[in-house]
Nanobody
């Protein structure tokens, strides 16, 4: 139901834009988030956005470099990433939170897309 795309290989300093498209149903009434994960580590919060896009929240590690946005008419959420760093490498996942919860907590999200791999070389 969620399809993430836009990952790939990048060099430090490059930009990438990830997309997360929903199909089958609309998620425009729910907050959404982006997380990332590297092997051996827990899934890490990257950014979250309220249902109408008026509120966003970011991990400190990406503040000022990443921007999350959504187009509810297209049922799509975006993650614009600039000034990429090697430590941004990971599999990026989008998720929907249909219940009351915290943007930062992965377990508060109940629908997940498959990940898209971002690899940033130095």
């Amino acid at each position: 139901q969620l399809q993430a795309s836009g990952g790939g290989l990048a060099q430090a300093g490059d930009s990438l834009r990830l997309s997360c498209a929903a199909s089958g149903r609309s998620f425009s009434n729910y907050p959404m988030g982006w997380f990332r994960q590297v092997p051996g580590k827990e899934r890490e919060f990257v950014g979250g956005i309220s249902r109408n896009g008026g509120f966003t929240k970011y991990a400190d590690s990406v503040k000022g470099r990443f921007t999350i946005s959504r187009d509810n008419a297209k049922n799509t959420v975006y993650l614009q990433m600039i000034s990429l760093k090697p430590e941004d490498t990971g599999v990026y996942y989008c998720a929907v939170r249909r219940t009351v919860g915290d943007y930062y907590v992965p377990n508060d999200y109940d629908i997940w897309g498959q990940g898209t791999l971002v690899t940033v070389s130095s």
